[in-house]
């Protein structure tokens, strides 16, 4: 299966993620900031991102750019339980003009998660 990133400064939020994808066969690499997520990005082979956009140290929408000039085709899922309008505007819109491939407002269902995360992979040979 595929090796994904999740970047996201709540240990909750990264456990539940991770067991979920574990759970479909995937590898997991986990970071608790999008500083902390680009380096891991950089020095591993990742097939699929999944960042929150509110971090601290550094945000999902620096974070996109950052794994975007690493990489232009790695599919960017980008999660954000933050309906507050930022300086970009709405924080998941920006991301997917930004760079990220799709968004999922959290909270969502392992299920919702588990299907995009399907939808952005490539097939399997």
């Given at each position: 299966m595929a090796s994904i990133l999740i970047i996201d400064d709540d240990p909750v939020i990264r456990a539940l993620v991770s067991s979920s994808l574990e759970a479909q066969g995937h590898t997991v690499i986990e970071a608790a900031d999008g500083q902390a997520g680009v380096k891991a990005f950089d020095g591993a082979r990742i097939e699929l991102v999944v960042t929150d956009i509110v971090m601290p140290v550094q945000e999902g929408i620096e974070t996109?750019?950052?794994?975007?000039?690493?990489?232009?085709?790695?599919?960017?899922?980008?999660?954000?339980?933050?309906r507050t309008v930022g300086r970009y505007g709405d924080y998941l819109h920006a991301a997917a003009v930004l760079g990220a491939t799709a968004t999922l407002p959290k909270p969502f269902s392992a299920e919702s998660l588990i299907e995009m995360i399907d939808e952005l992979l490539p097939p399997r040979k």
């Amino acid at each position: 299966m595929a090796s994904i990133l999740i970047i996201d400064d709540d240990p909750v939020i990264r456990a539940l993620v991770s067991s979920s994808l574990e759970a479909q066969g995937h590898t997991v690499i986990e970071a608790a900031d999008g500083q902390a997520g680009v380096k891991a990005f950089d020095g591993a082979r990742i097939e699929l991102v999944v960042t929150d956009i509110v971090m601290p140290v550094q945000e999902g929408i620096e974070t996109i750019g950052a794994i975007r000039r690493l990489s232009p085709t790695v599919p960017i899922l980008a999660i954000s339980g933050s309906r507050t309008v930022g300086r970009y505007g709405d924080y998941l819109h920006a991301a997917a003009v930004l760079g990220a491939t799709a968004t999922l407002p959290k909270p969502f269902s392992a299920e919702s998660l588990i299907e995009m995360i399907d939808e952005l992979l490539p097939p399997r040979k």
